[in-house]
């Protein structure tokens, strides 16, 4: 049996916690609020800034670093939201040169891909193969398509100089 007169095995305290309290209240209502916002529709997107890194340009060629600018630019995002940003740290000619050309061919890779809502962003790895299109494709996406790749040789035997 169990003697009357010994002190129980535990025993409770109230504590004042009112800082700790306060603070996890808070931290709980930051986190509701930030669940209500991402789930309310139609909220703005935030600015995104994308850097790619270059410096040398036998080691990296302008190619590859021209591929990367492309599959970025043509990323299905808000144009006003999305900047792209080349860091050439090895000061190549060639590399400027290459991207100056990107630009051009940017202007009808990133509309096409929007456009005709293509999947696969790198302009390099797209063209890899023969043609994608099937006999069932437009006529308007056939020549569309004929017409970037040939832009796409132009812009890779620059890139190779």
């Not at 010994?6 to 305290?13: D, G, I, Y």
């Not at 051009?104 to 891909?113: E, G, H, R």
């Amino acid at each position: 049996m169990a003697n009357p007169s010994s002190l129980p095995l535990q025993e409770r305290k109230p504590r004042k916690n009112t800082i700790p309290r306060v603070a996890e209240l808070i931290i709980l209502f930051l986190l509701f609020s930030l669940l209500v916002y991402r789930l309310k529709p139609a909220h703005e997107l935030p600015s995104v800034d994308m850097f790619v890194t270059t410096a040398d340009p036998v080691l990296e060629p302008p190619i590859i670093t021209v591929n990367t600018v492309l599959s970025l630019l043509a990323v299905d995002y808000p144009a006003n939201k999305l900047a792209c940003y080349v860091s050439d740290d090895g000061c190549s000619p060639l590399t400027f040169y290459a991207l100056v050309e990107a630009a051009k061919f940017a202007k009808l890779w990133v509309p096409s891909c929007k456009k005709f809502n293509i999947a696969v962003r790198a302009p390099f790895r797209y063209f890899n193969g023969e043609s994608l299109w099937s006999e069932d494709s437009s006529l308007d996406f056939r020549d569309e398509w004929k017409k970037i790749k040939g832009e796409l040789r132009t812009l890779t035997l620059i890139s190779h100089c």
